[in-house]
């Protein structure tokens, strides 16, 4: 499996506002039958569209100034 732990702390540490989507192209450690790379290639595909489609919804919903903390995260920080 793949993580998100390093990209989140590292926008954190940059005071970067991060968002992920994350698909899955297969289930195949709880299959019976191995996936092959081409199935994972066509899931993959189809992901991709899908994750275009809700980034052309997304776009528009994010507002122009903002209002999070992310660039006040370290503030308060101890080195």
Known sequence: GMTLVPECQLAREAQICYASISTVTDYDVWADKPVTAKEV???LSKNVEITKKILTELIDKIPKTKS?????A????EF
């Open 41 to 43: 290639l066509e899931t």
């Open 68 to 72: 999070c903390l992310c660039a006040k």
């Open 74 to 77: 370290l503030e308060e920080a």
